[in-house]
Nanobody, 123 residues
Framework: QVQLVESGGGLVQAGGSLRLSCAAS????????MGWFRQAPGKEREFVAA????????YYADSVKGRFTISRDSAKNTAYLQMNNLKPEDTAVYYC????????????????WGQGTQVTVSS
């Protein structure tokens, strides 16, 4: 069982930055590919970014490529999402995800979800 707790969301103006954190419980953090997804009101949950089990590879949605950076710190059992040059269309609830057998790039691959953190970008 893995528990994921996100933090770092908030309100920011367009062009600003936020860093989301995802703290994972347990001692098997490196057994999971980590990912971030987001869900805007009235829309389906969509993939944002993922990082491989030991952090050597990353993958991004085209909409955030070049602006967002995913990372992980195994010593702290924590994954991060650095978001720069934020746009109003980035407004959503952001969810941390852990997937053991596959990359955390599809909702169907995810084994555990965090509770979500709200990110609001004003124009």
């Amino acid at each position: 069982q893995v528990q994921l707790v996100e933090s770092g969301g908030g309100l920011v103006q367009a062009g600003g930055s936020l860093r989301l954190s995802c703290a994972a419980s347990g001692r098997t953090f490196s057994s999971y590919s980590m990912g971030w997804f987001r869900q805007a009101p009235g829309k389906e949950r969509e993939f944002v970014a993922a990082i491989s089990w030991r952090g050597g590879n990353t993958y991004y949605a085209d909409s955030v490529k070049g602006r967002f950076t995913i990372s992980r710190d195994s010593a702290k059992n924590t994954a991060y999402l650095q978001m720069n040059n934020l746009k109003p269309e980035d407004t959503a609830v952001y969810y941390c995800a852990a997937a053991q057998s596959r990359w955390a790039t599809l909702t169907t691959s995810v084994d555990y979800w965090g509770q979500g953190t709200q990110v609001t970008v004003s124009s």
